[in-house]
C-alpha cells in the first residue's frame, strides 16, 4: 500500500491544481464582484467605482507579478486606460456616459488580464482583436467558471487554517435560520422589541441593498478569478489558437474580387448620381446657406440622417468585402477590393464632413444639446475610422485595427472626461449673453437645462446668474428651485443608500453647496450629503 501511494502516478494524482496565491485572490475576486455589482446596480457610479478600479488594477498587476509574468508596455498601457476613464465618475454626473464607461471596462478589464497573462498570439492588437475579445469575455471566464468552488475544496483538504475558517462559515449559516426564529419569538416582549428595533432599524434597508449584490456578485466574482486562473494557467489552448483564428477566417473568404467588384458598381453609380443632386446643398453648408423651404433644424437633421444612412450601407460593404473576397498569397487585397474600399470610405467621409459642418451651423442658431454632442462624436468617430480604411489600402503594412482603436480611445476619453453637461450649459449661457450684449433677441433655453443636464447645469448658471437679463433670472430661480427639490428627494431618506459615499461626484457636490446657500430650508435636517451608510 505504502508503495502504490507513493508511486510517481499517486504523486502526480495528488499534486495540488492550485497555487497558494490563489487563495486570497479568489476570496479577492468575491469581494470585486460583490463591490461592482454594487457600485452599478444599487448605486450610481461614482468615487468608489474609481477606487474598485484602482484595486482592480493592482490586484491583477499582483497576481502577474507572483506568476512571474513581466509586466511590459502593453500592460502598463492597458491598466493606464483603466484608471484614466475610471476618472469619470467622480467627475461628472452624467449618467449616461457613466454606464458607458462601465460598459467600456468590462471590455478593456477582460481584455487586459487576457494580455497580461501573454494570452495573445501577436504583438501588437490586429485583425485577431475580436477572437481575443471572445476568448477573454467568454470563453475563459464561463469554461473556468467552477474553478474558485474547486480552489477553496482543495484549500479545505490542504490546510488546516483554511478547513476551520470554512466550518466557521458553515457553522454560522446553520445557525441563522433559528436565531432569526428566536429572535421573531422573544420579540413578543416590548422591551426587548423596543432594543432590536433601536439596534437593526436600519436592517431592512440594508438588507435589501445588499442581498442583490451578494446574488449577482458571487457568479461575478467567480467569472473574474475564472478569467484570472484561465488566462495564468492558459487552459483550453486549443480553443481559438492561431491556427483556429486563421482557418476560420479563411473559411469566410470565398468570393472572387471580380465578383465583388461588378457587385458593387451600381451602387457606386448611385452614390456618384446622388453627390452629384446634392452638390448645391454641399457648397451651401460651408457658406453658411440652407436650401429654400429647409429650417436650420430640417436642413442639419437631413444631412446627420443621410450620413448615418450611407456610413450603414458603406459599412456591411466594407466588411463584406473584408471577410468574404479571396486575398492573394501575401494575405493583401486585389487592386478592384482596394478600389472598392477606398471609394465606399472617401464617400462615407465626404458626407461626414459636410454633416459636421450642418450641425455646426444649426449649434450656431440654437445652441448646444448633449444629443448634438453625441452626434458629432458619433460622425467623427466614424470619418476617422475611414479615413484608417483609406490608408490602410495605400500602405498594407499599417495596422489599421491599431490605429482604429488608438483613435476610439482618445475620442471616447474626451467625451468622458470634459464634462460635457458644463460645457453645453456654458456654452449655452454664453453665447446668449453674447446675442443680448449685439442687440438681438435671445432666449435661455432652461427648459433643456432641465430635460437633459445633469447638476452641472447648476454650476454655471450660477457663475453667470449675475449677467443674466431680468427674464433669464426668472427662470433660472425656477430651474435652481426645482434642482433643490430634486436634490432633497435623492437625499431623503429611501435614497440614502443608493446616494452614499459610493456615488460621490464631484459636479452632484459642488451643486449641493450652491443650492443649500440659495434655498437653505429645502436642506433642513436632511443627512449630509452622501453620508456612511453601507
Excluded at 478547513?163 to 419569538?185: N, Q, S
Aim: aromatic fraction near 14%.
Amino acid at each position: 500500500m505504502d508503495e502504490n501511494n507513493n508511486s510517481p502516478l499517486s504523486q502526480e494524482q495528488q499534486k495540488p491544481l492550485f497555487r497558494r496565491e490563489d487563495l486570497p485572490f479568489g476570496i479577492l475576486a468575491l469581494l470585486f464582484g460583490f463591490l461592482f455589482i454594487k457600485y452599478t446596480m444599487t448605486s450610481a457610479p461614482g468615487l468608489m467605482l474609481t477606487v474598485l478600479t484602482l484595486c482592480f488594477v493592482g490586484a491583477t498587476v499582483s497576481y502577474a507579478v507572483l506568476r512571474d509574468r513581466p509586466l511590459n508596455a502593453a500592460v502598463l498601457f492597458w491598466g493606464g486606460v483603466q484608471l484614466v476613464i475610471s476618472l469619470t465618475y467622480p467627475l461628472t454626473a452624467n449618467g449616461f456616459l457613466k454606464g458607458w464607461c462601465v460598459f467600456f471596462q468590462l471590455l478593456a478589464g477582460a481584455y487586459w488580464i487576457f494580455l497580461i497573462f501573454g494570452n495573445r498570439t501577436s504583438k501588437y492588437a490586429d485583425d485577431m482583436l475580436g477572437f481575443d475579445l471572445l476568448k477573454s469575455l467568454f470563453i475563459l471566464p464561463i469554461l473556468n467558471f467552477t474553478k474558485l468552488f474547486s480552489l477553496f475544496a482543495e484549500s479545505g483538504r490542504t490546510s488546516k487554517g483554511s478547513r476551520r475558517f470554512l466550518y466557521i462559515l458553515l457553522g454560522l449559516g446553520v445557525a441563522l435560520l433559528p436565531t432569526i426564529v428566536v429572535a421573531l419569538l422573544l420579540s413578543g416582549d416590548s422591551l426587548f422589541a423596543n432594543m432590536m428595533e433601536y439596534l437593526f432599524s436600519d436592517l431592512g434597508e440594508v438588507f435589501g441593498n445588499n442581498i442583490i449584490p451578494l446574488l449577482f456578485g458571487i457568479p461575478s466574482g467567480m467569472l473574474l478569478f475564472g478569467l484570472w486562473y484561465g488566462a495564468a494557467e492558459k487552459t483550453h489552448p486549443n480553443m481559438l489558437n492561431a491556427q483556429a483564428k486563421a482557418e476560420t477566417v479563411k473559411m469566410f473568404r470565398i468570393a472572387s474580387p471580380l465578383i465583388t467588384g461588378a457587385a458593387m458598381i451600381p451602387m457606386l453609380g448611385i452614390y456618384i448620381l446622388y453627390f452629384i443632386s446634392q452638390a448645391g446643398y454641399f457648397l451651401g453648408a460651408f457658406e453658411n446657406l440652407k436650401p429654400e423651404g429647409y429650417s436650420y433644424a430640417e436642413y442639419a437633421r437631413e444631412g446627420f440622417f443621410n450620413l448615418c444612412a450611407v456610413c450603414f450601407i458603406n459599412g456591411l460593404v466594407v466588411l463584406t468585402v473584408h471577410f468574404l473576397t479571396k486575398r492573394r498569397e501575401n494575405g493583401e487585397y486585389a487592386p478592384a477590393a482596394k478600389a472598392i474600399v477606398c471609394l465606399f470610405s472617401l464617400s462615407s467621409i465626404v458626407l461626414g464632413v459636410i454633416a459636421l459642418r450642418k450641425m455646426i451651423m444649426y449649434i450656431d442658431q440654437y445652441g448646444l444639446t448633449l444629443s448634438r454632442i453625441y452626434a458629432s462624436w458619433f460622425i467623427l468617430l466614424l470619418s476617422v475610422f475611414f479615413l484608417i480604411l483609406i490608408v490602410k489600402q495605400m500602405w498594407s503594412k499599417l495596422n489599421g485595427t491599431l490605429c482604429a482603436l488608438m483613435a476610439f480611445l482618445l475620442l471616447f476619453g474626451g467625451i468622458c472626461l470634459v464634462n460635457i453637461d458644463a460645457r453645453v450649459a456654458e456654452y449655452n449661457i454664453d453665447l446668449h449673453l453674447a446675442r443680448m450684449e449685439q442687440g438681438e433677441d435671445s432666449v435661455l433655453d432652461i427648459a433643456m437645462f432641465r430635460e437633459d443636464l445633469s447638476f452641472a447645469a447648476v454650476i454655471a448658471l450660477d457663475a453667470r446668474y449675475d449677467q443674466l437679463d431680468e427674464e433669464s433670472r426668472k427662470q433660472a430661480d425656477a430651474y435652481l428651485q426645482t434642482s433643490a427639490i430634486r436634490l432633497r428627494k435623492e437625499l431623503n431618506r429611501s435614497y440614502a443608500y443608493s446616494c452614499s459615499f459610493r456615488s460621490w461626484d464631484l459636479d452632484t457636490m459642488r451643486a449641493a453647496e450652491i443650492l443649500r446657500k440659495h434655498y437653505p430650508e429645502q436642506f433642513e435636517d436632511m443627512p449630509s450629503l452622501f453620508g456612511w451608510s453601507w
